[in-house]
């Protein structure tokens, strides 16, 4: 009987021990884990990154072109005077997508001045073709671009030529227009790139 009694006594030390040892076991897989998977979350760098990013674009006088940074990409802003937004129709047969067709804007700027209101472009400055900066060249019929130019934005990497409201020629290495990110109004003065309302 005291046989019996001692290994009972030794089966609930055993019981308590294995007890004991997994929930020292599971705190310890918890505290080496918590890191790692800390390690794999986006920093506060990170997130400030890709977030929306605010321009005041009372300052952006017509024909002026301001940038912004957002999400590591150059944005442009673009106040297109009149005239500039004259040239867009005379250009529907040189553009390989006049009516912006494929799908490299929101639903909202899929109109022939790619915008939401007509004389501002919100286009991001990477050409569609391998990445390059285009260069904004509002300057009409130069020597370099030929006499059919009427402004726009000129990839120096290829060749690569977009009109006014970032539509790209055709017969050029870049295949699609310059991408309209996501961006709404705040205000008539405030503009948020990086977020609009189908998206918040």
């Given amino acids: 009987m005291a046989d019996i009694e001692k290994k009972e ?6 019981r308590f021990l294995l007890a004991a040892t997994s929930v020292a076991g599971g705190i310890a897989t918890v505290a ?3 890191p790692f998977v800390m390690s794999m979350m986006p920093s506060e760098r990170a997130k400030a990154a890709g977030a929306p990013v ?3 674009i009372s300052k952006v006088e017509p024909g002026m072109l301001l940038l912004v940074e957002w999400r590591g990409k150059v944005v442009w802003v673009l106040n297109r005077t ?6 867009l129709p005379k250009l ?3 553009v390989a997508d006049p009516k912006s067709e494929k799908d490299q804007q929101p639903k909202y700027a899929q109109n022939e001045t790619r915008s939401i209101k007509p004389a501002i472009l919100v286009v991001e400055g990477v050409c569609t073709h391998l990445g390059c900066s285009p260069v904004f060249r509002k300057d009409v019929a130069p020597a370099d671009l030929g006499p059919d130019w009427l402004g726009g934005f000129f990839c120096p990497c290829h060749g690569s030529k977009f009109d006014l409201a970032g539509r790209v020629y055709r017969a050029v290495p870049a295949p699609t227009n ?5 961006h ?4 008539d003065t405030r503009l948020l790139v990086g977020s ?3 998206s918040a």
């Fill in 178 to 182: 310059l991408v309209v990110p996501p």
């Fill in 54 to 56: 605010e321009v005041d």
């Fill in 196 to 198: 609009d309302k189908e």
């Fill in 92 to 94: 529907d047969n040189q």
């Fill in 184 to 187: 709404m109004y705040l205000s």
């Fill in 82 to 87: 009149q005239d500039m937004l004259a040239t």
């Fill in 32 to 34: 080496v884990a918590t």
């Fill in 9 to 14: 006594g030794m089966n609930s030390r055993r």
